[in-house]
């Protein structure tokens, strides 16, 4: 390695405005120094912090079912067009000054492949660090509930292939992740590198009343038409995808249930129910709505803005999480963020979430995923029964809001890719 070859391609098949992961692996990079290049779909504005000379960004056409084809159909053009668009884009995009080429995981195809067959024909100085964020073969299993379903193994197969033959280092977001990947797929442990997810600078906890009642005044998209009232109103928060991992059912059965028991408790409580997102199951969310005609609980769906979301975050009395990991094994970022504006949370229960919500600490786990009762519980205790205990929680979650992306990623991965270091990872 030469301290010429000071670039890095960080490539997301997704959109990189909401891949907040690895546009802070590229702001990291580029204040270590190096020539960033950053390669994903532009579906939604940059983060501020992208735009500087140092960092150039790419984009990769995004490929669309317009058409409604069959399932099978669509993926198997899709895969083959991205394999030509994205070889084309990075046989241009990476060089002989190009050092590393870091990769979120998943998608797993055909971005693996192809970067393996760029380093074995045509860049063979590159070092690739492939990025776990989950598991793709887990996520494909969402769709056929049968891990012996022939595609569901054979991208199990390939990805497995893929971080053995492919991969020069790995990142993963939990340790339990890190694990799996040393004894399922057999990587080397010297090889595997836990790289928690934290919060940007750009969150962080409410400070005043001030601030709150500025950012209700100023935000008239989620308060225009609420009459917002401190004393009265809760306000809960969610951020979606609307996604087959995450299932709005439960939030909405408790919903009601909350809705019912402040109207018959005559209760001036309200419960403002923020979600934040859109996706592919977004209209199956609002037909459910339409079956409840809440008094006490209000509704907002929308599409906040980059700027705005960590200002919403921040006013938010509490954090619901509805993603229950298609592996068991990825961490939510969006239950980072809350942490990082100081925001308590409840969460779906599975394998790997006590790496990041502590029960009890800073925010609650659910003990059974589909018992609405016991949401609406949860929820009514922590916003209008149980005040020192939500204290506990808040103090768990401003706690949290202390550590932020740069510490992890300066403690962690800093010393392995400084362009002064010649070893290989």
């Excluded at 100085?125 to 769709?143: E, R, T």
Aim: hydrophobic share 40%.
């Amino acid at each position: 390695m030469s301290e010429q070859q000071n670039e890095v391609v960080i490539v997301v098949l997704g959109d990189l405005g909401h891949s907040p992961r690895m546009s802070y692996h590229a702001r990291s990079f580029e204040k270590l120094g190096y020539q960033v290049n950053l390669c994903g779909y532009l579906e939604s504005n940059l983060p501020d912090y992208l735009k500087t000379p140092d960092i150039s960004v790419y984009d990769v056409p995004v490929i669309k079912n317009k058409r409604n084809l069959p399932y099978i159909l669509f993926a198997f053009m899709k895969v083959s067009s991205q394999f030509f668009d994205l070889t084309w884009l990075l046989k241009d995009v990476i060089d002989d000054g190009t050092r590393y080429v870091l990769v979120q995981n998943p998608p797993s195809l055909p971005v693996l492949l192809i970067i393996g067959l760029i380093k074995k024909f045509w860049a063979p100085h590159i070092q690739i660090i492939v990025d776990w964020h989950n598991l793709n073969w887990s996520i494909l299993n969402l769709k056929y509930k049968n891990e012996n379903n022939k595609m569901v193994r054979f991208m199990k197969m390939y990805e497995k292939y893929c971080a053995r033959k492919v991969a020069d280092f790995n990142i993963t977001v939990s340790q339990t992740l890190k694990e799996y990947l040393i004894e399922t797929f057999q990587l080397k442990k010297d090889k595997v590198l836990t790289l928690y997810d934290r919060p940007s600078n750009i969150f962080s906890p409410l400070d005043s009343r001030e601030q709150l009642k500025d950012i209700v005044t100023n935000n008239k998209l989620v308060f225009g038409d609420i009459n917002y009232n401190q004393n009265n109103d809760r306000i809960l928060i969610t951020s979606t995808s609307f996604t087959q991992d995450e299932d709005f059912t439960i939030l909405v059965e408790a919903l009601n249930i909350l809705d019912v028991q402040l109207k018959n408790s005559s209760s001036p409580k309200r419960i403002i129910m923020i979600v934040t997102g859109k996706g592919p199951m977004q209209e199956d969310f609002h037909r459910m709505l339409d079956s409840y005609p809440w008094k006490k609980v209000i509704i907002k769906n929308l599409w906040l803005p980059i700027a705005d979301y960590p200002k919403i975050l921040k006013i938010a009395d509490l954090g619901i999480s509805l993603h229950y990991s298609s592996s068991g094994l990825d961490l939510p970022m969006k239950i980072v963020d809350l942490f990082g504006s100081g925001v308590p949370v409840i969460t779906m229960n599975f394998t790997g979430i006590s790496e990041l919500v502590k029960d009890g600490i800073n925010g609650l786990i659910m003990k059974n995923n589909t018992d609405a009762s016991e949401m609406a519980d949860k929820i009514s205790s922590l916003l209008f029964r149980d005040v020192k205990r939500y204290v506990t929680l808040k103090e768990g979650a401003l706690l949290e809001s202390q550590r932020h992306w740069n510490d992890e990623w300066d403690e962690k991965l800093k010393p392995l890719v400084c362009i002064n270091n010649h070893a290989h990872l």
